[in-house]
């Protein structure tokens, strides 16, 4: 029986895995036969739900605790996160498929999703469920690969330095794609070249193990980023192994590939030019790894986005592009520019305030609103946060509620709307979705 005090090695808790292949961190996700691993955080302490996690029928529950045995089925060990990401990297031992890396300042999510479209068209493909991209949600994901495998793809996401490093310990990413270094976690990185060292542990770990990257070639900071690694594909509008541009973006990106695959058009679900690197990392991708060019396009195209990026939502006569999941300078940047060069007459900004930027902030804000003053709009609205603490022309919300009420009570007709902001901030509360 596996009680209180035993000393269970990472071997033996694996072999316990192979016969109960489920992990759960949440009781109120448990189902029978759940391995349950009592996590804590800021304000919750896994250990508390753990006896419940067994009478509700999980097989074991591993704590950190001494919170007493409980019919052989509570195994206590010295740190759960540090034991679960180690169960994570054993049972990624036990593949020899790639897995590929993803992360970036902006994009990394659709570019992981178009990639397993892509990927999945032809092979058996694991990845990332929804943003699940941090300590906790990238062993999940790992575990979560089984043996019928032939891909797994995984995002990593990080606001401090050395925390990518962490990840690939456990992941061991045999490909990477690092989709840019912007203004992102400024407060956590320091700086730009923060941001660019913390992106950058995806390559030295590439580079240090004899990896396979991706590289935006457009951006000369990535080919410098990325000199050394043994095995690099580029991607790019020009100078690269495969090449490709914009056809349009309004009110969907369609883009032309110019060299590098026997393919010509791809009409993509997605707005904004911004999204041209995510789609040609991944054709470059399902091209190298021999995804027929017909199954790329296919996959790509009928790829629709959702949780809040990139949606282009009709609404009575109103077309709202609905990028709300995050926000930061670099992707606030690109979006109102890319709504500013729509040939409409009618353009509306609902923006919430950026976070994460630390010292910065109010600079970051201040420039935001001086591109906005670039352009025509009909009507631009700003929302909490550090927008409050400045002075501006334009319609102000201390919250995306009072934004909702005031957004219900407008008459717009044949109107494009940004609506843009930080997770923090809620923006798609605005037209209640």
Known sequence: MLGLFI?????????????????????????PGDIFFALKGDHFDG???????VEDGAAYAIVDENIGDYHGKIIRVENSLKTLQDLAKWHRQQFSIPFLAV???????????????????????????????????????????????????????????????????????????????????????????GVKKGKGELYDYLRAHQGTAFVMADYDYLREMSRGIPHIIRYGTNDADLTGHVLKSEPFLSI??????ELKNI????????????????VSVGSYF????????????????????????????????????????????????????FNVDNK????????????????????????????????????????????????????????REWFQKQQFHETYFLIKGSRSMQMEKVIAL
């Open 7 to 31: 000393m269970i090695s990472i071997e033996e808790l694996y072999k316990l895995f192979r016969q109960f292949p489920s992990i759960q961190t949440d009781t109120r996700k448990l189902s």
């Open 47 to 53: 250990n508390l739900f753990a006896r419940q996690a």
């Open 103 to 193: 992360t970036g300042s902006n994009g990394k999510t659709t570019t992981k999703e178009l990639i397993h479209a892509v990927l999945s068209s032809t092979y058996k493909t694991y990845t990332t469920e929804g943003n699940l991209n941090n300590h906790i949600g990238i062993p999940l994901t790992i575990l979560k690969v089984k043996s019928d495998a032939a891909f797994a793809v995984v995002e990593m996401g990080a606001n401090h330095q050395k925390e990518i490093q962490g990840y690939c310990e456990y992941t061991m990413p045999t490909h990477g794609i690092i989709t840019n270094a912007g203004k992102a976690h400024l407060e956590g990185f320091g700086s730009l070249e």
């Open 256 to 261: 032309e590939l110019t060299s590098g695959i």
């Open 267 to 282: 009409n993509t679900q997605l707005t904004g030019e911004y999204n041209l690197p995510n789609v040609l990392a991944a």
């Open 290 to 341: 021999k995804v027929p060019a017909n199954e790329i396009k296919n996959a790509i195209e009928n790829y629709v986005p959702s949780n809040s990026r990139s949606q282009l939502i009709e609404k009575d006569s109103n077309k709202i592009i609905l990028d709300a999941y995050n926000a930061n300078p670099s992707s606030m940047s690109a979006a109102i520019r890319n709504l500013a060069a």
């Open 348 to 403: 509306v900004l609902i923006l919430g305030a950026m976070a994460e930027l630390g010292a910065e902030s109010i600079k970051e804000h201040e420039e935001i609103i001086s591109l906005i003053e670039k352009y025509p709009w009909k009507q631009v609205v700003l929302v909490g946060g550090d927008f409050l603490k400045i002075q501006h022309p334009f319609l102000s919300f201390e919250n995306s509620t009072q934004a």
